[in-house]
């Protein structure tokens, strides 16, 4: 039973616009919700992570939005570049960011210029 | 800071050896964990260890597949036999138990067993 799912699969947006990544969990206990970012040959590494008492964390062009009553959570990319080019990874735990993560299957991101 | 260590980087071997996977955790973390990712399954925990000791292995596949940290800075992941479907990028992360933080990864070790 996949306890995070992750769409879409693969994502292809041009320079400069907004590229969206969505979650759903079933798990109403889980209670930390991070993005992970991860080039190839690198493994992920932590982009940004909210907690369920807030709605929207914003750092740069990163925004993740969370809605506790729908269960699901989404990763915003503003004013996309290339660089951010990679596969990204959503991810929930239980215990905050001490808990064991369970991920979604990744989302590839294209961004063109 | 030089971040979690894997070796090897890659790794190709024949069906019915013995591999072995080395992880070097983030100096002073006390949680280390082990991670199998392909294409089908996505990121899936294999087990980890805490202060050493192993408290959930639950995600490792089968009795083929062993780890153990005999020490705070070295953990190893065994597959013996090897077989083709063990053929996928495994990652190693470490944690500061205890801390705010979050896991970090080591760049992984890509296995393909022909």
């Known amino acids: 039973q996949q306890q995070v799912k992750q769409s879409p699969q693969s994502l292809i947006v041009q320079k400069g616009g907004i590229s969206i990544i969505n979650c759903a969990y079933e798990n109403t206990a889980f209670d930390y919700f991070p993005w992970y970012q991860q080039f190839p040959g690198k493994g992920p590494a932590l982009l940004i992570a909210i907690r369920p008492d807030v709605s929207e964390k914003k750092e740069g062009r990163f925004t993740i939005s969370f809605n506790k009553s729908a269960k699901q959570f989404s990763l915003h990319i503003m004013d996309s570049q290339p660089g951010d080019s990679a596969t990204y990874f959503c991810?929930?735990?239980?215990?905050?960011?001490?808990?064991?993560?369970?991920f979604g299957k990744g989302t590839k991101l294209s961004v063109k210029p | 800071d030089a971040g979690v260590i894997q070796s090897p980087r890659h790794e190709v071997t024949e069906m019915g050896q013995e591999v072995t996977l080395r992880c070097k955790p983030i100096?002073?973390?006390?949680?280390l964990f082990w991670y199998r990712q392909t294409m089908m399954r996505g990121l899936e925990l294999l087990i980890y260890f805490n202060n050493n000791v192993p408290i959930d292995d639950s995600g490792m596949p089968e009795d083929r597949f062993s780890a153990k940290m005999p020490n705070a800075s070295f953990s190893t992941l065994k597959i013996q036999p090897s077989e083709p479907r063990d053929s996928a990028v495994y990652f190693c992360?470490?944690?500061?138990?205890?801390?705010?933080?979050?896991?970090?990864f080591g760049p992984g070790t890509r296995l393909t067993v022909l």
């Open positions: 100096s002073g973390h006390n949680s």
């Open positions: 992360a470490s944690r500061l138990t205890g801390g705010m933080d979050t896991q970090y």
């Open positions: 991810a929930a735990s239980k215990g905050g960011s001490q808990g064991n993560l369970i």
